[in-house]
Antibody
Framework: EVQLVESGGGLVQPGGSLRLSCAAS????????MSWVRQAPGKGLEWVAN????????YYVDSVKGRFTISRDNAKNSLYLQMNSLRAEDTAVYYC????????????????WGQGTLVTVSS | SYVLTQPPSVSVAPGQTARITCGGN??????VHWYQQKPGQAPVLVVY???DRPSGIPERFSGSNSGNTATLTISRVEAGDEADYYC????????????FGGGTKLTVL
């Protein structure tokens, strides 16, 4: 059974940092693109970042470029999101989601999602 | 940036057919994916590549895509289908590679 379990969320002050983790199991983690998707309270879904199987390609939504860093450790079956210079508008539930096994992620769906971890940026 | 437009809400009686639309410029040229999200839960993929269903998703869920509108159709709607539904496409010209629609709340009367 595919499982994705996020952790690391919490309350942080504006300008602070937080590192999210996503523990994967039930599939060959190193074979899949992985993404982070967030959802602000009462709002819709927003893709944040994704990373290729070997970590060689990383992409971000413009609003987090230069502040967030996606990474992965295939030996630990884990995905990470380092979030720096946090802003109030980053407040959201952050989900990790599994992408495709293909070489290119373009156009492919997210077939499994974790339950999410809440990040609250407030003073 | 590429914009996907969904109606905020759709209401349907049990046993009837619900149609949720997703509008976008020439969306028919893109692959559209649909997600169901129930309150307090993670999204679940219900239709991918316009009209394919992941394993475990009932045949009552179907999709189509042409021109400027993609449609998620739920036949013989059940109370358990009440949820938010989001469409998604990939767009390399946007400020974000994956674009989601604003979501549609399906209410089963």
């Amino acid at each position: 059974e595919v499982q994705l379990v996020e952790s690391g969320g919490g309350l942080v002050q504006p300008g602070g940092s937080l590192r999210l983790s996503c523990a994967a199991s039930g599939f060959t983690f190193s074979s899949y693109w992985m993404s982070w998707v967030r959802q602000a309270p009462g709002k819709g879904l927003e893709w944040v970042a994704n990373i290729k199987q070997d970590g060689s390609e990383k992409y971000y939504v413009d609003s987090v470029k230069g502040r967030f860093t996606i990474s992965r450790d295939n030996a630990k079956n884990s995905l990470y999101l380092q979030m720096n210079s946090l802003r109030a508008e980053d407040t959201a539930v952050y989900y990790c989601a599994r992408g495709t096994r293909g070489i290119a992620a373009a156009g492919t769906p997210f077939d499994y999602w974790g339950q999410g971890t809440l990040v609250t940026v407030s003073s | 940036s590429y914009v996907l437009t969904q109606p905020p809400s759709v209401s349907v009686a049990p046993g009837q057919t619900a149609r949720i639309t997703c509008g976008g410029n020439n969306i028919g040229s893109k692959s559209v994916h649909w997600y169901q999200q129930k309150p307090g839960q993670a999204p679940v993929l219900v239709v991918y590549d316009d009209s394919d269903r992941p394993s475990g998703i009932p045949e009552r869920f179907s999709g189509s895509n042409s021109g400027n509108t993609a449609t998620l159709t739920i036949s013989r709607v059940e109370a358990g289908d009440e949820a938010d539904y989001y469409c998604q496409v990939w767009d390399s010209s946007s400020d974000r590679l994956w674009v989601f629609g604003g979501g549609t709340k399906l209410t089963v009367l």
